[in-house]
């Protein structure tokens, strides 16, 4: 495993070990150094590389990805379908890609780099948590290499961190926390991630008001694949769980990311 965490690992004596990870835990602690943080009522659409607005076009002629407030807003009618035969059973409205300062170049997360990347999320009661998949971000690499889903597992509907192995062909929950109270109200997600092949990550997640911990999880996995890491917002999710479905939206807003220099 590599990444942010493990920088003092390799200290052959105990008190040099002590000296050394304090000195290396406050120098990383400074280091790093935001890149990105638009605001939606002036950057608007433009901080992102690409929208993925309803691309079939199943519910024509209205905007599912718009700026409301300071906020972006994704909502998700019942009656959307993804493009192509072999997408019919699912619904997709996301953005991708960070653009800096309305420059139209997107910043790349590349092999070996550690980033930090948090946004604030605002789920009402209609996003329901489902037993077939309701992603609500992405990181993508090629494919994606993490997700934060919305699962209805053993009766409790959860918000997860997901990360895939592609070359083993799974996925495993980071961590899972239960989704009711967290609804109808602003949280913010952040994770830190080193983009390797078995690369750290931990996972915070607060409450947006006060602060408050709810999830503070550490992990490793496959952060990487071929290319470089985008990461992506929105709601990508499957329409077989029709009993957790119904017209509804997302905001998210104060997305920020960081890189460790
Ligand atoms: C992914 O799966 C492969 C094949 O099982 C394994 O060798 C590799 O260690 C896994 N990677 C991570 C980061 O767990
Ligand atoms: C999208 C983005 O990162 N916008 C930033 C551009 O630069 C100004 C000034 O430094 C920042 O305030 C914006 O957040």
Known sequence: MAGFRKAFSWSPNFAVLV????FVVSAQAASFVLKWSPQAHTDGL???????DDRQQSDPGVKHIYVQGNSYRFDMPLKQRELGKAESERQRNEVYGMVANQTGKGIS???????????????????????SFTHIMQ???????LTLSLRHTNNIPAIELHLYNRTAGGSKIIASTPLSPLQEKWI?????FTAVADGAIQWLLRDAATNAVIVQADGS?????????????????????????QNCFMLIKDLQAWRQE
């Open 139 to 145: 990181l993508l690499s090629t494919l994606p290499t």
């Open 19 to 22: 000296m050394v990870a304090e």
């Open 109 to 131: 997360i590349l092999k070996g780099e550690s980033w930090r990347i948090q946004h604030k999320i605002f789920i009402p009661k209609s996003l329901k948590a489902t037993t």
């Open 188 to 192: 913010e997600s952040q994770i830190t």
């Open 221 to 245: 996995g496959e952060l990487i694949q071929m290319d470089r890491v985008r990461p992506k917002w929105g709601i990508y999710r499957s329409v077989s769980d029709t009993p957790h479905l």
């Open 46 to 52: 433009q901080a992102f590389e690409g929208i993925q």
